[in-house]
């Protein structure tokens, strides 16, 4: 599926990559609660993938947060999210940059 294609490097070259993170956040979100939608269309796969391969490149508070509701609305419709998953996606690393920062 080509909705969650995004070219990485482009977008960490962006001057607008906050914003491009943000509308994605939101969009992933939304998508996480649009069960049926997501499993009509069987992306359920595709939309995890693409918070994982993008939560590296939050640099904002609401995209974090925003990112991780959506990660917990697929948890609750019983998407594995694995350490390893976290580890290779650098969400630990990314969430603790966070939390360093505050």
Same mark, same amino acid.
């Given at each position: 599926?080509?909705? *969650?294609?995004? =070219? #990485? &490097?482009? @977008?960490?070259?962006?001057? $607008?990559?906050? =914003?491009?993170?943000?509308?994605?956040?939101? !969009?992933? &979100?939304?998508?996480?609660?649009?069960?049926? /939608?997501?499993?009509?269309?069987? !992306?359920?796969? =595709? @939309? $995890?993938?693409? /918070?994982?391969?993008?939560?590296?490149?939050?640099? &904002?508070? %609401?995209?974090? +947060?925003?990112? #991780?509701?959506? !990660?917990?609305? /697929?948890?609750? +419709?019983?998407?594995? %999210?694995?350490?390893? =998953? %976290?580890?290779? *996606? $650098?969400? @630990? &690393?990314? /969430?603790?940059? *966070?939390?360093?920062?505050?």
């Amino acid at each position: 599926m080509t909705m *969650f294609r995004i =070219d #990485n &490097e482009l @977008l960490i070259k962006s001057p $607008k990559r906050k =914003d491009i993170l943000a509308i994605l956040a939101v !969009i992933y &979100e939304n998508l996480s609660r649009q069960g049926r /939608l997501v499993n009509k269309y069987n !992306i359920t796969s =595709d @939309l $995890k993938r693409a /918070l994982l391969q993008n939560y590296e490149l939050i640099e &904002e508070l %609401f995209s974090l +947060k925003v990112f #991780n509701k959506a !990660i917990a609305n /697929l948890v609750t +419709k019983g998407v594995n %999210f694995s350490v390893a =998953d %976290f580890t290779k *996606f $650098k969400l @630990l &690393e990314t /969430l603790s940059n *966070f939390i360093s920062k505050s």
